[in-house]
């Protein structure tokens, strides 16, 4: 039961972060006022990133439980993990969230103010608490290999897969886009670069 909310846990902030980055990847690219249509569409690519992302670490998981000795130790060792790297994560997850409510409901000299001063230092620390949270997850880890290997994994695949193919993915995505008005161009698949 523990370790399906630990998972459960972390594959929401997974997704939603993908759905973040999705939405920072297209910010900026586009010269047209009215970008919602675009930012919608970015928000909900990632978070389909996020959802196959979290697919290919349930994998990398499953992998690891059916090649190990003692799978009960080891799935009680990565929930330990789980844990402690959800601790980290979820601190972050609930400070952005703050800053995006104010955000979104502040008025938009305000808006821009708490994105300038809030939401772009969280933004810049994101590789850091990725980071924070993968080493808490093996210094509360039993036997240190699994977790290591699995935080390696759980870092390598939020910042290559959603950072970097989003945000190449985002700037051929705001590069195509056109508002709605019967001329708008398909966005590029999350696979193909301008």
Do not use: K, N
């Not at 080891?74 to 955000?103: C, N, P």
């Not at 300038?116 to 509360?140: F, Q």
């Not at 036997?143 to 390696?152: E, F, K, N, Q, Y």
Request: a neutral charge; proline letters at 4%; aromatic letters at 6%.
């Amino acid at each position: 039961m523990v370790t399906a909310a630990v998972a459960g846990a972390l594959v929401l902030l997974l997704v939603a972060d993908a759905s973040l980055v999705g939405y920072r990847a297209v910010c900026g690219y586009s010269a047209f006022v009215d970008r919602s249509e675009l930012e919608h569409h970015a928000a909900r690519v990632g978070a389909a990133a996020g959802a196959a992302a979290a697919v290919l670490l349930a994998c990398w998981f499953g992998a690891l439980l059916l090649a190990a000795g003692d799978p009960g130790a080891l799935l009680d060792d990565l929930t330990r993990s789980g844990a402690a790297l959800l601790t980290v994560y979820a601190a972050f997850a609930a400070l952005t969230g703050v800053a995006l409510a104010g955000w979104y409901v502040a008025p938009s000299r305000w808006a821009t103010l708490a994105m300038v001063t809030i939401l772009g230092p969280l933004t810049l620390v994101r590789p850091l608490v990725l980071v924070a949270g993968a080493a808490a997850a093996v210094a509360s880890a039993e036997d240190a290999v699994a977790p290591v290997v699995a935080s390696v994994a759980v870092v390598l695949v939020a910042v290559v897969v959603e950072t970097i193919a989003l945000q190449r993915w985002g700037a051929a995505s705001a590069t195509a886009f056109r508002p709605a008005q019967g001329t708008a161009r398909p966005a590029p698949s999350l696979g193909r670069r301008a």
